[in-house]
Nanobody, 132 residues
Framework: QVQLEESGGGSVQPGGSLRLSCAVS????????IVWFRQAPGKEREGISC????????YYADSVKGRFAISRDNAKKMVNLQMNNLKPEDTAVYFC?????????????????????????WGKGTQVTVSS
């Protein structure tokens, strides 16, 4: 059974840090891209970072580049998102999703962080709130 489960959300002050984790089960991470998305109230869901399990390539949206870092923990079968220097505009529900690297749509949306087409599996999300 395929499952993705996010953890690590919470409330922090501006400038603070959080580490999100996406625990995966039921599929081989080597064959998939893992994308972190977020959705703020009243806004469209946006892809913010992707890691290719196939070749280790990493991609970031401009909005988080230099502040967020995605990584893979093979032993724990997790993909983590370290978020530093958080801003109020980072407040959102954060989701992880998996798309098969064999899918051109998954590859395209991982590299360009341009949408969610090709993402097969989704977690339920975790809330991140940045507020003073």
């Amino acid at each position: 059974q395929v499952q993705l489960e996010e953890s690590g959300g919470g409330s922090v002050q501006p400038g603070g840090s959080l580490r999100l984790s996406c625990a995966v089960s039921g599929f081989t991470l080597d064959n998939y891209a893992i994308v972190w998305f977020r959705q703020a109230p009243g806004k469209e869901r946006e892809g913010i970072s992707c890691l290719s399990g196939h070749d280790g390539s990493i991609y970031y949206a401009d909005s988080v580049k230099g502040r967020f870092a995605i990584s893979r923990d093979n032993a724990k079968k997790m993909v983590n998102l370290q978020m530093n220097n958080l801003k109020p505009e980072d407040t959102a529900v954060y989701f992880c999703a998996a798309g098969n690297w064999g899918s051109q749509y998954a590859r395209y949306n991982c590299r360009g962080l341009s949408g969610d087409y090709g993402m097969e599996y989704w977690g339920k999300g975790t809330q991140v709130t940045v507020s003073s």
